[in-house]
């Protein structure tokens, strides 16, 4: 593997890693949120936190788009207010992988959370603490393996994420091409060989980390 | 009871199912016992002064401090105030003790220590485990420790915190019976020496006389009698609280006469004298209430001696619990009587004896008939 | 059983000569077409279906695309790409059927910039601060990209300008994303800025500083419609298509094809 071949990898792990210190924190709260709350209308939250699994990740790139290109809700205020560009750039890849590993991490992450006797988080309160020290003392320590399981798969499923990063942040070498994107580009070149490399790599890693995931799961039950 | 350190009126109604509504129930500085049988509502009692439940309505005051407030009425400007249990001070114990599975028990102690200086918590830990006799524990894991071990860190955990009120649910149920008669005394022991405000709830009549000063009795969550221990559960105000308070006799009786404040009842075929205290003039029909303790059986002669009640009474049964003995006897209606083994032999006492049973008019309870 | 078995005989021949009868009718010839073409083909198509009977389905996609989609199997009938090489590598493969491939189509290239972009008027400007993004087709595989490097670097504009690059897929691709907004300035074809309104020609680009820009033509071997496959390219030959092509903006070279 040549060193633009291991720039590629390395680019790619860098954009999982980013992607997955966006979902955690979003994904730990709407996991806590819907593990512990109930509300009217939260079947309807659930429903569109796994929507991203079930949609075409194309449509999912879409809506990024929509939202996030220059002319969009939130782009266009970017653009203005920071002079700062999304799409076609390294953060539109972060998002796009952040939005389809949110909801394999939100899953995961909310049994492991319910898994959790609130007795302990209850018997935690009359001991003095308040409610996010509750979380980061009692919950999350209770529900590590299942939220490692979580991440871990997140982590995967970014790595392997095509369709929405294609339509959102493009395929521009050494910006935002990522694996897949480049397995994709290098079959389009008719560069079979670089192809069936790159995704050897590719499945390597992804192998490993939900090898390790369904361990952590399995171990916790 | 001289003052009232916690006051609560409150009603809960669980969604479809039980209702638990406690009035004016009030604890004093020494050791409440709430009592009852199970499923009468007394967790769930505790566990809303711990502030772990929300009642619906009422109020709870501890000290001057409101605990809870709300009153029922929605169109009327609702004052609704929820203190959350970590700033109410209360030290909680539930049955299953809850340690946290993740720490040690050094760990757990410190949990709700945050407040104070590292080392001024770690002296804190260290002198309570030492009190209860858990030093060389500080490293264990929580599912490293007997039953016994754990009752008392959870109880140690709880202490730690120096708390102002200590809720205690089922402490010794969880434990096999040589530990629970073991840790009852040393439980005793502890609560005495701490003297903070403690309810203890329980089920069991033995733990309740031993470990309480004063007794709330709880019925199908309602709070039906309190007093001083001895006094409620000797004098139990109505046929409910002598139900869970287990006299061993009830009977229906009419009252025939009262003359000088003392009644003569008849129970079945026999005739009773009890005192007439405290019941509603034209009273006629009545409950006879006599605990198994209370009975004296002697040999079928006639002696002079002081009970009113001299009965003459057959043998129906006679069965062994542990050094006692339960002898069930018809005297005219059915009585039962706590004996030793020792004076049960000394008796000859069988099935068909005919011996007499003595009760004196004071331990005889007469109770009107609900309404 | 004999009489059983004549029967079975003049079904099947029915039948037969009654799917013989279809063949002869309505054919479905399979079109492998540079993205650029898309409109006017699709013009040319509606037309020659109404005249012919014969039915014309479209693949639209970068060159490059196409000819991979090609060697791999994909079952096409006529392949009508943007650039030559991409014609010459079936040919090395032996791909294309002798004696059919010509060359009808040039075209010239532009740059297009967005509603909100800066205007610019020369390639030059390209390197200006205020262009942060400049769409081109993806180099290898789409001719219009090809073509627009070969030009920036004829004009040493190349290494300035080529951080600023965005990929795309194909030459429509190109100028979605101009008409998005996401990117301030792209190379397209001029006969795909003509058929947008959102964009503004910038510049075009003299055809003395541009690549040669020639659209090859060809019946592919293994067509699955041999007949009427050479119809309809006899029709893209007619004054009829001819016309289209022009009114569409494209040069139209002369026949005989160039080799």
């Given at each position: 593997m040549s060193g633009a071949e291991w720039q590629l990898v390395g680019f790619s792990l860098r954009m999982a890693l980013a992607s997955l210190l966006l979902?955690?924190?979003?994904?730990?709260?709407?996991?806590?949120?819907?593990?512990?709350?109930?509300?009217?209308?939260?079947?309807?939250?659930?429903?569109?936190?796994?929507?991203?699994?079930?949609?075409?990740?194309?449509?999912?790139?879409?809506?990024?788009?929509?939202?996030?290109?220059?002319?969009?809700?939130?782009?266009?205020?970017?653009?203005?207010?920071?002079?700062?560009?999304?799409?076609?750039?390294?953060?539109?890849?972060?998002?796009?992988?952040?939005?389809?590993?949110?909801?394999?991490?939100?899953?995961?992450?909310?049994?492991?959370?319910?898994?959790?006797?609130?007795?302990?988080?209850?018997?935690?309160?009359?001991?003095?603490?308040?409610?996010?020290?509750?979380?980061?003392?009692?919950?999350?320590?209770?529900?590590?393996?299942?939220?490692?399981?979580?991440?871990?798969?997140?982590?995967?499923?970014?790595?392997?994420?095509?369709?929405?990063?294609?339509?959102?942040?493009?395929?521009?070498?050494?910006?935002?091409?990522?694996?897949?994107?480049?397995?994709?580009?290098?079959?389009?070149?008719?560069?079979?060989?670089?192809?069936?490399?790159?995704?050897?790599?590719s499945a390597v890693i992804a192998f490993a980390a939900v090898f390790v995931s369904e361990h952590l799961l399995r171990r916790s039950q | 009871m001289s003052t009232a350190v916690l006051t609560a009126t409150f009603r809960k109604q669980f969604p479809g199912g039980p209702e638990i509504a406690v009035d004016n129930f009030c604890v004093g500085r020494g050791v409440t016992v709430l009592f009852g049988a199970s499923g009468s509502g007394k967790t769930t009692v505790l566990r809303c002064l711990a502030g772990l439940e929300i009642p619906n309505e009422g109020e709870i005051k501890f000290g001057g401090e409101v605990w809870f407030e709300q009153s029922g009425r929605r169109h009327t400007a609702k004052s609704e105030l929820f203190l959350p249990p970590r700033?109410?001070?209360?030290?909680?114990?539930?049955?299953?003790y809850a340690l946290f599975p993740h720490l040690t028990?050094?760990?757990?102690?410190?949990?709700?220590?945050?407040?104070?200086?590292?080392?001024?918590?770690?002296?804190?830990?260290?002198?309570?485990?030492?009190?209860?006799?858990?030093?060389?524990?500080?490293?264990?894991?929580?599912?490293?420790?007997?039953?016994?071990?754990?009752?008392?860190?959870?109880?140690?955990?709880?202490?730690?915190?120096?708390?102002?009120?200590?809720?205690?649910?089922?402490?010794?149920?969880?434990?096999?019976?040589?530990?629970?008669?073991?840790?009852?005394?040393?439980?005793?022991?502890?609560?005495?020496?701490?003297?903070?405000?403690?309810?203890?709830?329980?089920?069991?009549?033995?733990?309740?006389?031993?470990?309480?000063?004063?007794?709330?009795?709880?019925?199908?969550?309602?709070?039906?009698?309190?007093?001083?221990?001895?006094?409620?559960?000797?004098?139990?105000?109505?046929?409910?609280v002598a139900e869970i308070t287990a006299v061993e006799t009830i009977q229906s009786g009419k009252i025939l006469a009262i003359r000088e404040g003392l009644a003569t009842v008849l129970a079945g075929t026999a005739r009773l004298t009890a005192l007439a205290l405290d019941l509603p003039p034209d009273t006629s029909e009545v409950y006879v209430c006599i605990r198994a303790e209370d009975v004296i059986l002697m040999q079928a002669n006639s002696v002079q001696s002081s009970p009113r009640n001299h009965l003459a009474a057959t043998v129906q049964a006679v069965n062994r619990k542990g050094s006692l003995v339960l002898v069930t006897l018809d005297c005219g209606f059915p009585l039962t009587a706590w004996l030793t083994q020792a004076a049960c032999d000394e008796l000859a006492l069988q099935a068909g004896a005919q011996v007499v049973a003595l009760v004196k008019a004071p331990q005889v309870h007469l109770l009107p008939f609900a309404r | 059983?004999?009489?059983?078995?004549?029967?079975?005989?003049?079904?099947?021949?029915?039948?037969?000569?009654?799917?013989?009868?279809?063949?002869?009718?309505?054919?479905?010839?399979?079109?492998?077409?540079?993205?650029?073409?898309?409109?006017?083909?699709?013009?040319?198509?509606?037309?020659?279906?109404?005249?012919?009977?014969?039915?014309?389905?479209?693949?639209?996609?970068?060159?490059?695309?196409?000819?991979?989609?090609?060697?791999?199997?994909?079952?096409?009938?006529?392949?009508?790409?943007?650039?030559?090489?991409?014609?010459?590598?079936?040919?090395?493969?032996?791909?294309?059927?002798?004696?059919t491939r010509e060359s009808p189509l040039g075209n010239s290239l532009v740059i297009v910039t967005s509603a909100e972009a800066a205007a610019i008027h020369s390639p030059a400007e390209l390197t200006n601060a205020a262009i942060q993004h400049i769409a081109l087709g993806e180099v290898q595989t789409v001719p219009c990209g090809t073509y627009a490097k070969t030009y920036l670097e004829r004009m040493s504009l190349w290494p300035a300008v080529e951080s600023k690059v965005i990929p795309c897929a194909s030459v429509r691709a190109v100028l979605a994303a101009v008409e998005s907004g996401n990117v301030d300035a792209g190379f397209v074809y001029a006969t795909d800025a003509a058929t947008s309104k959102k964009v503004k020609v910038a510049f075009a680009v003299p055809a003395a500083d541009a690549p040669k820009i020639s659209y090859p033509l060809a019946l592919l071997k293994d067509a699955p419609e041999v007949e009427a496959a050479r119809k309809f390219l006899a029709y893209l030959d007619s004054p009829a298509a001819t016309a289209v092509f022009k009114q569409f903006g494209f040069l139209v070279r002369p026949s005989p094809p160039v080799k």
């Open positions: 979902v955690l924190p979003i994904g730990l709260g709407l996991a806590w949120w819907l593990a512990r709350k109930h509300w009217p209308g939260k079947a309807l939250v659930e429903t569109l936190v796994s929507l991203p699994l079930v949609l075409p990740p194309v449509v999912t790139g879409l809506v990024l788009l929509q939202l996030f290109g220059r002319r969009g809700w939130v782009g266009s205020w970017l653009h203005h207010t920071f002079n700062c560009d999304v799409v076609f750039t390294w953060r539109a890849v972060v998002l796009a992988l952040a939005a389809m590993s949110l909801p394999l991490f939100v899953r995961a992450a909310r049994t492991a959370f319910e898994e959790v006797d609130v007795k302990f988080e209850q018997l935690a309160r009359t001991l003095g603490a308040g409610e996010w020290r509750v979380f980061f003392t009692i919950t999350l320590p209770l529900a590590k393996r299942g939220v490692l399981a979580g991440m871990l798969l997140a982590f995967a499923r970014a790595l392997g994420e095509f369709g929405a990063t294609i339509m959102v942040a493009g395929n521009i070498p050494g910006r935002t091409t990522t694996l897949p994107v480049a397995i994709y580009q290098a079959v389009e070149n008719g560069e079979d060989a670089h192809a069936w490399l790159l995704a050897g790599v | 700033l109410r001070g209360a030290g909680f114990v539930p049955q299953d028990v050094a760990g757990n102690l410190r949990y709700g220590l945050k407040e104070l200086p590292a080392a001024e918590a770690g002296l804190r830990v260290a002198e309570t485990l030492r009190w209860l006799g858990l030093e060389g524990l500080e490293n264990r894991w929580p599912r490293e420790l007997s039953g016994g071990q754990q009752q008392r860190v959870a109880l140690a955990r709880a202490v730690a915190r120096r708390p102002r009120l200590l809720l205690l649910d089922e402490p010794l149920a969880a434990l096999d019976t040589p530990t629970r008669l073991r840790l009852r005394g040393e439980l005793r022991h502890w609560l005495r020496e701490l003297r903070i405000p403690t309810i203890l709830v329980t089920h069991d009549r033995q733990e309740a006389l031993a470990l309480g000063d004063d007794v709330v009795v709880l019925h199908h969550g309602l709070n039906v009698q309190h007093g001083a221990l001895p006094e409620v559960f000797g004098r139990p105000a109505n046929l409910a | 059983m004999c009489r059983l078995m004549k029967l079975i005989r003049q079904i099947l021949t029915a039948a037969i000569l009654a799917l013989a009868a279809t063949a002869g009718q309505a054919a479905t010839v399979t079109v492998f077409a540079a993205a650029s073409l898309t409109d006017a083909l699709k013009q040319i198509a509606t037309d020659y279906e109404k005249s012919s009977g014969d039915k014309i389905v479209f693949n639209f996609a970068a060159s490059g695309t196409l000819s991979r989609q090609i060697e791999a199997g994909a079952p096409a009938d006529v392949f009508f790409a943007a650039d030559e090489t991409k014609a010459d590598a079936l040919e090395k493969k032996g791909l294309l059927v002798s004696g």
